[in-house]
């Protein structure tokens, strides 16, 4: 079984490789890009991913071609396999799809993903939040008495982050929905 981590960056590596060829500090500062300031990505995690991705066959090696210099410098590209694998990947809309972990990852790459599949994401990561919700509405009203003011502004920071995205996602389904081509909330 292939941890967690190990699979979104997989699916995050082969995402920016579909674009084009690149070099490993240029992968590296793209995910950083893609995944956002607090997912920093050291290249002690993204060389042995890359060297798996090598060994199944997903991606393939190759000189830069544009490097002239001391030392050449190895570009990344994906093979045929390794296409057809990121398209099973993206077309997939299952509940690990939207999870915490993995929700961010996905959206990144929502300019490859057909419509319906970022219907379902969208729609499921919000129907989580809302349950989510519901929850800690529940277990605010059985204990508001017994929190310090700490905790109880905390949790009311909680619900309100939770309230914000569920918005946001109601307004990229409405978008969705609206224009499946151009989605994006419109003004």
């Known amino acids: 079984m292939v941890p967690r981590r ?3 960056l997989e699916f995050a590596v082969l995402g920016l490789l579909h674009e084009g060829p690149t070099h490993g500090y240029d992968l590296r500062r793209r995910l950083n890009e893609a995944l956002g300031p607090f997912r920093a990505l ?4 993204l060389y042995p991913a890359l060297k798996t991705l090598l060994g199944r066959g997903l991606i393939a090696e190759a000189p830069d071609p544009g490097r002239r210099g001391k030392r050449p410098r190895v570009v ?5 396999a390794g296409k057809e694998h990121f398209a ?7 509940s690990s799809a939207y999870e915490d972990d993995a929700f961010d990852v996905r959206f990144a790459f929502f300019a490859r993903t057909e419509s319906e599949v970022r219907l379902r994401i969208l729609e499921g990561r919000r129907g989580r939040l809302e349950d989510d919700l ?6 605010a009203v059985r204990s508001r008495e017994r929190l310090d003011s ?13 309230e914000r995205e569920v918005r946001w996602l109601t307004e990229l389904i409405d978008a969705e929905r609206r224009h499946p081509t151009d989605p994006g909330p419109q003004p």
């Open 150 to 162: 700490y905790t109880a502004a905390l949790q009311q920071h909680g619900e309100e982050r939770a």
């Open 42 to 45: 050291s290249y002690g995690t």
């Open 76 to 80: 990344y590209e994906l093979t045929a």
């Open 88 to 94: 099973d990947l993206v077309a997939r809309a299952d």
């Open 134 to 139: 519901e929850r800690v509405r529940e277990r």
């Open 6 to 8: 190990a699979q979104l």
